[in-house]
Each structure stands twice: as structure tokens, then as C-alpha cells.
């Protein structure tokens, strides 16, 4: 129903101050039981509840990077988004993803560690393509030993199987022919390929690992970027392009491009918000919308080449064009869901006043038209490439456990039960739930819904970047969750020590009005 | 643009019989404020059978007569779910055939099974934009076709297209119409009351025949 | 200020609504109109007798649209044989205007559907028009592919129903989706529609002077008196549609880029291609919205309710959905590219370099450099940098069908199966006919049908609002007049 014009109360203008501190000593106790918790994969090197040593550490502190950077791209998005719109409704809950997209300098900082995985990581066991050319030789020649075609583990699926051999790009002349063991088309399909694979569970893993390697050398054979086809009359392409996307420096060169890009927008829509709070100039929010399309231009290229290369490139021979669309999805929904959150815990203190149950709706509205986007792409991007059938993109899937061969390694595997839950969890089960309108209006019930999406975003980020470390096993403990806890503790420290410094609500925005005035029920809203 | 038209009121006096088969009164206004303003009056007054007619749907009209929230969403809900379910046997029937299949059902009509670039015969990833469109389908055919029949609409002849002054009802007018049917309906005493609303322009009999 | 007796002719105080000012919504309606100067200027056109500049527009699209039925029978009787289409490019120009149609077809349902879901008031004044340039386009679009099985007498074979040959339709296979798809596109756009118009017909039957109108617009009107009874469940199910029609207009476009995208075919086989294809449609329907709309807002006279902010906004969601198509198009390149595929390689040198060059330079030139003159502010207002835009991306989304049909199926994995493909005349006057199509269906419907919502601009009128929550304030200038005040009148 319609409400009357709402006057913003003084609390809503003055900063919070003081009162944040608890919640920042909080955090930061949180935070430094996190580092703790993150530490106790050093104690050994078995990879279970605690251990696992560095390339433990490494990835679980990269899911929970990746977690709190998609939490802080989403709300740059909230804000980024709704300014190219001019949108009304979202001003009296902005400030909130504003703080955080603020801090995007500091999330870059949180980020140094994957910069100097780049240089460090002769092994390559976090990033395979930061791997000494020693290294990668080695690694090569091991899979090609194990690949040998009369080696004992590779007679049962010649025989059966000889087509494998005869893809045109499974084989490309280089000797680095596929095994229908990491072909997720036999593995996807359900068909009775189970004669492919060899009894032993060990000797599958073994020939899988042996064959991804393969590919990997392959597609970083350093050669590739400047003639490793160059004898193919065919088709000489490569040539000139010598550019080494993978060389460390370039790589670390290009995230701090991404964070210098990202932060300097953060830090402009903050800026000019808390610019207005004691200038009440209308000239800001007409600032911020000229420079909103082509900040949302940039911003979409460096959320789509950060994804690229912080988590795509873990297994640098994987490509898929959908991957940075998919983390935009992920990520915009960690933004709106932290926002609902933030917006409700504060509120809970006496503060927000202005806020009503119908921004909690159109926050709502987004987080389930959001969990349906991700549904759609993370299913084209699925679908295509099960369909396709194409060995070099499949593989990917099966480590993942996106197989439906009883013998696969990933047979029965956590990882197997993770696509259920993330096909119910991320998908059906909320969009079924947040369908409902009293349920987008009943905060109880949006918070349960919030708090659910960012674990399944948790869970999402987890599954895409996990498999690199270990599978078919399941490598979950102590180091991720203090993972989590260290970087939320930082990440939500620095929102306290940004957000009390000024007023909660921009109150003094020109469209204000129109946001404390919200009705969602109208038809057409007509603000005047 | 417009003129605001001379207030009429149409002479309801006791000389004037009413008709013995009357449809209802409308009174008619000319913005949205009175209009909702009368309808509240109308509601306070007792009456239960009345509708307001306007050229746009009004925000705030549903309170002020009184409307129930639709059960629409329900049955596009449970339709949208039938089209799920459609989409789901019609594609896993047709393509399986260790599906039982009824006595009455003739043989030729079995699922049809061929494999096909080494697809499972029941691939639910390739089944689903079926599944989706099917759902889709009854969802919106549903909602337009049990809207208007709840509408009970299509109705071609409505005593109310007969009146003249009604035609703006779809222009720029805002009619209250009061059922003849109400309980607490009296020709005389709810013309009064209709010619006594603030704004309002115009009251008019409307014989149902 | 001087009195306003009634009857007073009020000046258009503001026609300029396309300035920005953060502090206040520009209005939607200008020109002073009021409800019924709504109603007056949209009835217009469709209650009196068509004009000259109509009839010569028609004697041009009809036969056009003729023709395009005499080609279908002339393909009929002599076979596929007649269009450029062969082995490998067995797609040729059918399947590049049927996505290109169906591309267009989807700015309609986007305006109705999704803008109104994003409270985008300003769709109510184009929403109708675009809705009906959608479905005339995907009648075109859906005469394609039904032309290019070969077998057409066969088509309903497609269909899934218990038949003596105990053959059911391949529901794993794409192209059924897209019957799929199509099919509940097509006919759900045409539902919501009609539903939106139902009001609308109901205003004309109340306006036409004709007997006949009066029968026509009455029947077509279902008799809809406007209660609120009926508005309220109306509105339920406008809402409904548009929810249900946000996700299908996703996926029909997300289905014909399963087309292409499940085959290994380098150059299709990429997963961005769903939503990729999506934004594309809605760039090419834009560009067809805005080609349509500069024209006949003059043409009609309703310069005040399809404003030139009415313009530059849908110039501006042109510019963005061109914007993701070229990261689309950056981001295919730069996947070939670090993928290490040598045929994707292959393929996106051959699209700039190889046998169909001029299609691929065309498409970049006309849907990545020509609409970037809109970034400019002083081109977004005039309505001819507009249309140099619009014109570009008509161009450009064609060519765009045209380069991933061809450059593709044409230069393929191997050397001993690559063709080139050469259109036929008959491809290129069939094309250029179902243009005639389009446009005496759209004609049409400028004449018959209430081109604009008026029940819907109506609501986004500040009239349509109830001034505060005093119902008996007794302020006396409540609603009957839209335009703020004179000032100094």
C-alpha cells in the first residue's frame, strides 16, 4: 500500500561512529582465529582435516579469496549498475555496498598472495602454468611413459575403444593423444564404456593425471605461442603471437590493472556519495551517471579476465567463453546477499531507519532473478559442452564429478554429490522458495534465503576451484573454513572502519525522496 | 484541453418510476482522488456489490471497494507444474521404451528409441528446454485465458455499454456503479448518496434489459 | 498568473523532456495532453480513414508480401535447388533469416515484459508497437525454417502426436527445441499481446463512429468496461506474463544459439553463445523498434507520447546490448586464441582474412563502430544520428547471421569438404520480399490496432496517482489537469 512521504530521521544522517567498534573487534578476532585456522594446513603434509602443507593453504585461501572478491564485485555491481540506471529505489540501503566497493584497494591487497603464487610455484601446483620449463618437461615425460601404448594400463581401452584415437583434435599430431579415461564424452554420456577404464581405481587416477599433464604440456609448450604448428601447412595460425600470456610478470601486471581499474570505481561512487552527505549537490549523482557506462564497460572486462586468470587458469588448459559471465552471476548475488544481511544486522542496532520491508522485496526480487541467471548460464555452459562432447573441455566436468560412468574415479566422489547440491541448492530449491512474495517480504525467512545463497556461492566458487587441488577426493577442513574467516574478518573489519565514519543513508541524494517513498505494489510508481 | 463538463444530475425524484428491472446506478468523476474517495463512502455505507470502471487500473482501488487478492498466481502455478510434468514424461516416454505402457494405449505408439550421437536415450540435460518451454506454455496460456475467465469475460453485451455518458469509462472518466443487486441498494437513496459524493459529476440509472 | 476558465487551451509548457535532472522524473506525456488527449491521439489514426502516405506505403508492401508468397510457391514446385544452400553450407541465407527475424522479434517482448518488471515507465509509450513489430517478425522468421525442411508438407512432423508410423519427434536434437521454443514464443508473445490491447480495443470501440468499428472493436474487445474487479486480476496476470516471459524471452534466442553451439563446429561451439545471441536480439530489436518508431511518431502525431526521451532511452539500451555483443565478439576472439585450438584459430582468422571477409568487416563495422557515434550526447538527440545507428545494427545483425553461418560451415576441419557459398538470386529476393511482409503486416496493424498503450501511459501520468492520503482535503485542482502548473502563463 502506498506510504506517505517518510522523513529521514536525524540517525539515518549522522555517522554511526563508536558504535561500530565492537562489531569491528569482532571481526578482527575473527579474522585472527581464521589465519590460525588457515595455518593448520602446515601441521602435515596428508591432506585432511587439518595439513596438506603449502599447496593446501594456497587453494583453501583462494576459495575464500574468490568468495569475499565476489562478495565485493557483486556490491561494486549494486552500485555500479543501479547509478547507469538511474535507479531511485536503492539509495536508502546503497551505502552499504558502497563501503564495500570502497574497499576494493584492500581486497586487492588480500590478493597479493595470488600474484606471488605466479612467481613462486616452480612446481606449479596451484597455477600449472607457473611451472619451470625443468618442471614441465619432467611432468611431460612421466605422462608420456605412462601413456605408452603397451603399457599394462592402457590395453583394455585401445582395444575397445579405437575411435579414441582418431579425434581429430584428441590427436593432434603431437603426439599427445587422449585417453577416453579423461573423455567426458564416453564419462558423461552414461553409455557402457565401463570396459574403457581399468579395474584399479589407482591406475585410472594415475592414467587421468598422466593425460591431463599431457594436455597441459601441450597447450604450454612454450612453442605454441610462436610455431608449435608452425609445420602444419594447414593452418598457420599462432604465428606472431608471441605475446606470453602466462609469463608471471605479465600475470601480475594484469591483476594489478584489474584492481587498480576496480578499486578507482569503488572508490569514485563512494567518494561522490559521501561527497553529497554534506554538499547535497545534485551535480554528484549527475557525475557519477556520466561516468557509470563506460566505468560498466571496463568493469565488465575486468571481472571477466580476473575470473579468467585467478580461477580459470588454474587449469590453463580449460576455456570456456561463459566463465566470467557466471562469476558476474555468482558474484552479484554474494553483493545482494551481504546487502540484505548488512542491511538487517544494522538495522537491528537502531540503524537504517529509512529502510522498510520494500527494499528488502526489490533486494529480494534481484537475488531470485539472479538465482535463475545462474541457473541459465551455468546450465548453457554445461549443456554445450556435454553436448559437444569435445575431450578437451569434458575432462573438466568429469573432475568435477560431472559423470555418469559407475568406474570413473569420480564415480560415488564428494564432488558428484556437489553438482546435485548445487543443481537443487543454487538453483530449484531457491528459486522455488524466493517465487514467493511473502517470502521476499518475510525478513526471517529473505535472511535464511541470503545467508543460503552465499553459501551456495561459497560452494559454487568451491567446486569451480577445489578439483584443481584434489580429486575425486574432497579436500574440506579447517584451512578453508579459517580461510573464510580470515579474509571475511578483514574484509568486514575494514567495512566497519570505513561505514561508521559517515552517515549510513545517503540521505542528501536527489533521489532520496523516491527511495524512502517506495512502493513496491504500485503498478508504475510516479515520483515527482 | 478538455472542459470540465457542467455537474448533471439526472432527476431520480419519486415522479420518475424506476424501472422494475434495473442493472444499477453510476455515478461519474473525473479524477482519481474523488474517485476512491466515493468508493470508500460507498464501502462505509454499507454496500457490498460495486465496482469502479476507469480507463487505467488505480492504485489503491482495491482496498477502497474491498477486492480479495486473485487466485490466479495459484492456478498458473499448478498449471506451470503440469506443463513441468508434460514436458518431462512427454520427452522421457517418447524416447524410452522400458517405460510401461497401459493396455489401452496401441503399440505403435511406444516410445521411439534410436541413439544419436552417443546421447543417453534419456538425456535430461538435452530434455530440458523442452521441459522449460513446455512449463512456459501452460504457465501464460493459463494466466491470460483464466484471467479472463475469472473476468468472466468474453461478455458482449453488458447493460452498462448501452449508457452513453459510459463510453468514457475507457477515456478519462471514473464511474462507481452500485449493483441493483446489493442489500443495501435503493434507487432513490443511493442516487442521493452518489450525487452527494465530492466531484462527483454525473449519477445515471442503467436499465438492465 | 492569468485565470483559466474551462475550456482554456493550455500551452505545452515543457516538450523537452530529455534533460537529466537527478532531483526530478522527467514527465513521459508533454505537450500538455491529458487522458483524453491520450485517447484522441492514439484513436486517431486507428477511427479514421487511412491516409494517402498509408495507401502508397501498402501498394508497396503488399505486392511485396505477394511476391514473397509467389517465391515460396516457385521453391515449392522446383525444389531447394534454387537458393545458394549446399553441401557444406547446407544453412545458406534460410537459417541466417530466420535467426536474424527472430532476432528482431525480440525487443517486443523484452520492453513489455522485462522493462516492466524494472518499472521502466518510459516502455509503456512503445511497448505496443514493439510487441507488434515482434510478432510480425516472427511470423517471418518462422516461414523460414519451415521452407528450408525440404519436405515442408512433412512440417508437422516436428510435432510430438501418436501417429501410424509410431515415430515420435528427436527431443535431444536442437533444432526441436527451436520448434519448441518458436512455437511458445510466438504464440505467448501473441497472447500478451492481445491482452495488453484488450482495453485499448475497448477504448476504440467506445471512440469509433463507424457501426462497423463499433462490431469489430466490440468483438475484439471481449467487452471489457474497465472495473476494477477486472483490473485487478488483469494486472495480476500482466505481472504473471511478464515474469514468465523475462526467462522465454531468454530462451528462445538461448535455443537457436544451441543451434549452433552444441555442434564441434569451430566458430559455434562456445558457451557464451546463449546469452551472447540473447543481447544480440535485443540489439537488433532495438535498432528495428527505433528504425519503426522514428518515423511514425511523426508520421502519427504522437511526438508527445513517444517523446524524444522515449528515443534516446531505447537508443541507449541499443548502445549497451551493442556494447556485450562486442565483448562477445572480443571475448571469441581471445578465446580462440588462449584455448590453443588451431581449428577455433583457424576460424577466427579466416572470419577477417578468408573467404567471407567483406561479411565479417561489414558486421564489425556495423555493429561495433558505426552505433558508437550514440556515446555522443549531441547525436543521441537528433533523431538522424539515431537512425544512422539503427541502420547500422539492421545492417550488422545480419551480417553477423551471415558470417557464423557461412565462414564457418564453408571452411570447416577439413580442406577436402570446404566450399564456398555463393547466394542465389532467388535467396536475395526473398529476403529482401519478406521485408514486404513485415511491413504490410505492421501497416496493418498502425491502422486497424490502438498503436499505443494508451491504458498504460495513462497510468504513468502524474493524474493517475491519488494526491496524498486526505481523502476529503478538499484541494480543489486535483488530477483533472496532468501538466504541473502554467507558470507565468
Known sequence: MAHGPKTIEEADKTPIGASAWPAWRTCVVIAIVGTVLLATALVSKNPGVVGGGLPRLAFAYLVGYCFFLAVTIGALALVLLTTLFRAGWVVAVRRVPETFAANFVWVGVLGLPIILMGFLDSEGQVYPWAMSQKNLEAQIHEAHHLLEPHDGHDEAHGDTNPTAHVQPVADDGHGHALDPASDGLHALTGQPMGAAYPDEDEAARAIQRANYVGLLGYMLDKKRWNGAIEGDALVPVGKGMVVPWYDPFFYAVRIVLYFVVLSAMGMFLWKCSVKQDASADPALTTRREWWAPPMTVLFALGITFLAFDVMMSLDPAWYSTMFGVIFFANSFLAGIATTILVCLALQKKGFLKIVSVDHYHDLGKLLFAFTFFWGYVSFSQFMLIWYASLPETTYWFELRGATTVPTAPQAGSGWQWMILVLLFGHLIVPFGFLLSRHVKRNLTLLSIAAVWMLLMVYLDLFWYIMPQYRSPAVTFGLPEIGAVLAVGGVVFALFFGRFRQHAPVPHNDPRMHESAALDTSAWAPIYH | MTAIDTPITEDHSAEHDVPAKLYGLIGEFDNVTDIIAAANTAREAGYKKMDVHSPFPIHGIDDAIGIKQTILPWIVLFMGLSGMTTGLLLTTYTMADWLPQPGFVPENFEGYTFLISGKPLVSLAAFIPVIFELTIMFSAYTAVFAMFLLNKLPLLSNPLLKSERFRRATDDRFFLAIDARDGSFDAHKTADLLRNMHGCLAVELIDDD | ?489
Open chain 3, 1 to 489: 498568473m492569468a485565470a483559466i476558465h474551462p475550456g482554456t487551451q493550455i500551452p505545452s509548457v515543457e516538450t523537452d523532456n530529455t534533460l537529466d535532472d537527478p532531483c526530478r522524473r522527467a514527465p513521459l506525456v508533454t505537450g500538455g495532453l491529458d487522458f483524453t488527449g491520450v485517447t484522441d491521439a492514439v484513436a486517431k489514426s486507428a477511427i479514421s480513414r487511412p491516409t494517402l502516405l498509408w495507401w502508397v506505403l501498402f501498394a508497396i508492401t503488399g505486392p511485396m508480401a505477394l511476391g514473397f508468397f509467389t517465391m515460396i510457391g516457385y521453391l515449392f514446385v522446383t525444389g531447394t535447388g534454387i537458393w545458394g544452400n549446399n553441401q557444406p553450407v547446407a544453412w545458406g541465407f534460410p537459417i541466417v533469416n530466420f535467426v536474424f527475424w527472430v532476432g528482431i522479434g525480440h525487443a517486443g517482448t523484452l520492453i513489455s515484459a522485462i522493462l516492466f518488471l524494472f518499472r521502466q515507465n518510459w516502455r509503456t509509450s512503445i511497448n505496443r508497437f514493439a510487441e507488434a513489430m515482434t510478432i510480425f517478425a516472427v511470423v517471418c522468421a518462422g516461414i523460414f525454417p519451415g521452407i528450408h525442411v525440404g519436405r515442408p508438407w512433412l512440417a508437422y512432423w516436428l510435432f510430438p502426436f501418436p501417429n501410424q508410423m509410431a515415430m515420435w519427434p528427436q527431443f535431444r536434437s536442437p533444432l526441436l527445441w527451436d520448434v519448441f521454443a518458436v512455437g511458445t514464443y510466438a504464440s505467448v508473445s501473441l497472447l500478451f499481446w492481445y491482452t495488453g490491447m484488450v482495453p485499448d480495443i475497448a477504448t476504440l470501440r467506445d471512440k469509433a463512429q463507424s457501426r462497423i468499428g463499433q462490431i469489430f472493436y466490440g468483438f475484439l474487445s471481449l467487452g471489457w468496461t474497465g472495473s476494477a474487479r477486472h483490473w485487478h486480476r488483469f494486472e495480476r496476470a500482466y505481472i504473471l506474463l511478464a515474469a514468465l516471459c523475462t526467462p522465454l524471452v531468454l530462451s528462445v534466442h538461448s535455443v537457436v544459439s544451441f543451434d549452433f553451439a552444441v555442434a564441434q563446429m569451430p566458430g559455434w561451439h562456445t558457451t557464451v553463445f546463449p546469452p551472447y545471441f540473447v543481447a544480440g536480439a535485443i540489439y537488433g530489436g532495438f535498432a528495428m523498434v527505433l528504425t519503426l518508431a522514428i518515423p511514425c511518431r511523426v508520421w502519427l502525431g504522437l511526438e508527445h507520447i513517444i517523446t524524444m526521451r522515449h528515443i534516446i532511452n531505447c537508443a541507449k539500451v541499443m548502445l549497451g546490448t551493442g556494447m556485450i555483443v562486442c565483448y562477445a565478439y572480443s571475448l571469441e576472439f581471445f578465446t580462440a586464441w588462449y584455448s590453443g585450438h588451431h581449428f577455433e584459430q583457424f576460424v577466427f582468422r579466416n572470419r577477417p582474412l578468408g573467404n567471407h571477409y567483406l561479411g565479417f568487416w561489414m558486421m564489425v563495422f556495423c555493429n561495433c563502430v558505426g552505433p558508437q557515434v550514440l556515446w555522443i550526447k549531441k547525436v543521441r538527440e537528433n533523431v538522424w544520428g539515431i537512425m544512422w545507428a539503427a541502420m547500422c545494427v539492421n545492417i550488422g545483425m545480419w551480417f553477423e547471421r551471415y558470417v557464423i553461418v557461412t565462414t564457418s560451415l564453408s571452411r570447416d576441419f577439413l580442406p577436402g569438404s570446404w566450399a564456398q557459398f555463393v547466394p542465389t538470386w532467388v535467396d536475395v529476393v526473398m529476403f529482401t520480399l519478406s521485408f514486404g511482409l513485415f511491413g504490410s503486416l505492421f501497416l496493418l496493424f498502425l491502422k486497424l490496432l490502438p498503436t499505443i498503450a494508451m491504458a498504460e501511459v495513462k497510468t504513468v501520468m502524474p493524474a493517475a496517482h491519488a494526491h496524498g492520503h486526505g481523502h476529503d482535503d478538499g484541494d480543489a485542482d486535483h488530477g483533472q489537469d496532468p501538466q504541473p502548473h502554467v507558470e507565468g502563463a
